[in-house]
């Protein structure tokens, strides 16, 4: 896969769909990677050039010392969208993803033309979250991460979605199985220290944010805060847990097609 070389390691990517056709950016959840959003290319890629890529610490990329912030990891999508020369694109961004978004949307808002914050929040979680499973993977290492793949099942799909579609689920929580340690720490203290509800409102891009029904990690309580928050955004709600993508599918790919080509 091509990289961007940034100035402590390579940054893994994959862009595709037509030339010249509007970007649209996929940034992973924590603990994924750009493969997450596999069942959106098809549609997407006959709409937009789709620039999907793996964070920092995750899947093909650079895993530098940590910990990362939020901000360290949205300059990284800019130093990768100044290296192929886009000077704007569309930002959709899931969990971790979602709080990059809104760290764009506040602080690039030249560089965003529409944005979609997926089962996010402005704040996720507490120190009492995640400290303790900092210190574990440290610890631990690659048998934390077989151990926390087996715990995000149920975070991250409902029962009966897990029950019924092994086949889609495997491969994603197989990514968590597969993620550095090192990087899965450092990100998790990047989303641990960030906190944008006081900042939220500067977001000025058209935005859309997606909730899922079962979501216990970042609920739709938390989406209707941002949406209160953010002036004009659109909310949408679908019978899923955390990975909405994945869990609603379709119907996830139809709602984010209609916001990005109004």
């Known amino acids: 896969m091509p990289v961007v070389r ?3 390691g390579d940054l893994n990517y994959l862009l595709e769909g037509p030339a010249g ?3 649209l950016v996929l940034s ?3 603990g994924t990677d750009l493969h997450m959003w596999d069942a959106q ?3 997407f890629t006959q709409h937009f050039q789709v620039l999907r890529y793996d964070t920092r610490g995750h899947g093909a990329s650079l895993v530098s010392e940590g910990p990362y912030s939020i901000e360290q990891n949205g300059r990284d999508v800019l130093a990768l969208l100044d290296a192929l020369d886009i000077a704007k694109a569309h930002f959709c ?3 971790m993803g979602g709080l990059i978004g809104q760290w764009l949307g506040i602080n690039a808002p030249e560089r965003i033309q529409r944005l979609v914050l997926c089962n996010t929040a402005a704040k996720i979680g507490s120190d009492e979250v995640w400290n303790p499973r900092i210190e574990m993977v440290l610890r631990d ?3 934390a991460m077989r151990a926390l793949r087996d715990a995000s099942i149920a975070r991250w799909f409902t029962a009966e979605f897990a029950e019924a579609h092994g086949d889609k689920v495997e491969p994603i929580v197989g990514m968590l199985a597969q993620t ?3 990087g899965y720490a450092a990100n998790c203290a990047a989303v641990r220290d960030a906190d944008y509800r006081e900042q939220i409102a500067r977001i000025s891009a058209p935005t859309l944010i997606v909730c899922g029904t ?3 990690v970042t609920t739709p309580e938390h989406g209707r805060f941002m949406q209160q928050q953010i002036a004009g955004a659109q909310l949408v709600e679908f019978h899923a847990a955390h990975l909405s993508n994945v869990e609603a599918g379709d119907a996830f790919t139809q709602a984010l097609l209609d916001f990005l080509k109004a």
């Open 6 to 8: 940034l100035a402590d």
């Open 21 to 23: 056709a509007p970007v």
């Open 28 to 30: 992973n959840s924590l």
């Open 41 to 43: 290319i098809p549609a």
């Open 93 to 95: 961004g899931l969990s």
């Open 141 to 143: 290492g690659q048998a």
């Open 180 to 182: 550095s340690p090192e």
């Open 214 to 216: 079962a979501d216990v």
